[in-house]
């Protein structure tokens, strides 16, 4: 089932949710007095051909720790069953193993960006920003839901 507009958070607001310890709705100016990271990214998008653009915002994995996620973060294994899944407003998604983000596996340093181009996106919603994908398929824009979720549905 698709979420419908109402089921979403208020524009510039992304909901937490999922097997966290604290799910939460987020602003941007909450996600901005988290630690902020800057990176330019280059991406080929299929529409509007080669994009550059300069990013600030906390690292998505810190905001889903901040949610407690459950899992015990001591067991590697634990960790490496769970994947998050990003909604953004037009409907646009994607699906982010823990293990391509955490620090002691892929390492990516995806970015839950809170300005573009110097421009502050708190009217629009935070931008899912994955640094090193050639294809921007997976940069979404207006995100509006995060779950994580274990695994276990996948092998029943």
Not at 14 to 19: F, N, P, R, T
Not at 44 to 53: D, I, N, V
Not at 125 to 142: E, K, W
Request: glycine share 8%; net charge neutral; aromatic share 6%.
């Amino acid at each position: 089932m698709r979420p419908t507009s109402t089921d979403l958070p208020s524009a510039g607001q992304v909901a937490l949710s999922g097997e966290v310890r604290v799910p939460a709705r987020w602003s941007v100016a909450t996600l901005r007095s988290m630690p902020q990271r800057e990176m330019t990214v280059t991406f080929e998008c299929r529409t509007s051909g080669p994009r550059r653009h300069y990013f600030t915002g906390p690292l998505l994995i810190e905001v889903l720790q901040a949610a407690q996620p459950l899992f015990d973060p001591a067991e590697r294994k634990d960790r490496l069953r769970h994947l998050i899944a990003v909604l953004g407003r037009d409907g646009h998604r994607a699906v982010l193993s823990w293990g391509e983000i955490d620090p002691e596996f892929g390492d990516t340093r995806a970015l839950l960006a809170v300005s573009m181009d110097c421009r502050p996106l708190d009217e629009q919603g935070p931008h899912l920003v994955m640094p090193g994908d050639r294809c921007g398929a997976r940069h979404i824009s207006q995100v509006t839901d995060i779950r994580v979720c274990a695994d276990d549905r996948l092998w029943g």
